[in-house]
T-cell receptor, first 114, second 113 residues
Framework: DVKVTQSSRYLVKRTGEKVFLECVQD?????MFWYRQDPGLGLRLIYF???????EKGDIPEGYSVSREKKERFSLILESASTNQTSMYLC?????????????FGQGTRLTVV | GNSVTQMEGPVTLSEEAFLTINCTYT??????LFWYVQYPGEGLQLLLK?????DKGSNKGFEATYRKETTSFHLEKGSVQVSDSAVYFC????????????FGRGTSLIVHP
């Protein structure tokens, strides 16, 4: 019954490394989102994609990029990891526009940059 | 634009106490309303939802009623358990407008034995 899967639960990376976070969904949804979650700040939208090779900036895109080469896969890329990117990262796949079903989330990736 | 405001936490309760977590919203279209729950170390999962005014969503003893007149969707449970300790997010999805879901900041619930 798995719908959204993130490739790693926990990651530890060094400052300056290029980091890839992978997300795969099996619902054939067009929309996929990346959020980061920090205490007291809730969920903040980093990037989203509404189709293959299409992407839009969210509220906090600085320091991140994304890739959507296939419909089921949406990757978040930290070009040069920094300690202030230590966070919980959540991938989500909301339903198509015009429906009233819920968004499905992955289990999250806890990233620590040292 | 759309927004969701929920009470700040943490909310700390003893087992079997009554729970209310307040949530109010603003939306330009015809929103569906959701409560998500996040258990420690996990992603968000749907707890309950309501798609039109006066609908009541319910699941696992939790309830919330879509109140259009007060633009509210408060979460309630009559008797909480230690296993209910989690972070709860109120959210809306506006079918008539942006498909980007709007989330509240989350409310942490801690239930003591």
């Amino acid at each position: 019954d798995v719908k959204v899967t993130q490739s790693s639960r926990y990651l530890v990376k060094r400052t300056g490394e290029k980091v890839f976070l992978e997300c795969v969904q099996d619902m054939d949804h067009e929309n996929m989102f990346w959020y980061r979650q920090d205490p007291g700040l809730g969920l903040r939208l980093i990037y989203f994609s509404y189709d293959v090779k299409m992407k839009e900036k969210g509220d906090i895109p600085e320091g991140y990029s994304v890739s959507r080469e296939k419909k089921e896969r949406f990757s978040l890329i930290l070009e040069s990891a920094s300690t202030n990117q230590t966070s919980m990262y959540l991938c989500a796949s909301p339903p198509p526009q015009g429906t009233n079903t819920e968004a499905f989330f992955g289990q999250g990736t806890r990233l620590t940059v040292v | 634009g759309n927004s969701v405001t929920q009470m700040e936490g943490p909310v700390t309760l003893s087992e079997e106490a009554f729970l209310t977590i307040n949530c109010t919203y603003t939306a330009t279209g015809y929103p569906s309303l959701f409560w998500y729950v996040q258990y420690p170390g996990e992603g968000l999962q749907l707890l309950l939802k309501a798609t039109k005014a006066d609908d009541k969503g319910s699941n696992k003893g939790f309830e919330a009623t879509y109140r259009k007149e007060t633009t509210s969707f408060h979460l309630e449970k009559g008797s909480v358990q230690v296993s209910d300790s989690a972070v709860y997010f109120c959210a809306l999805s506006d079918r008539g407008g942006s498909y980007i879901p709007t989330f509240g900041r989350g409310t942490s619930l801690i239930v003591h034995p």
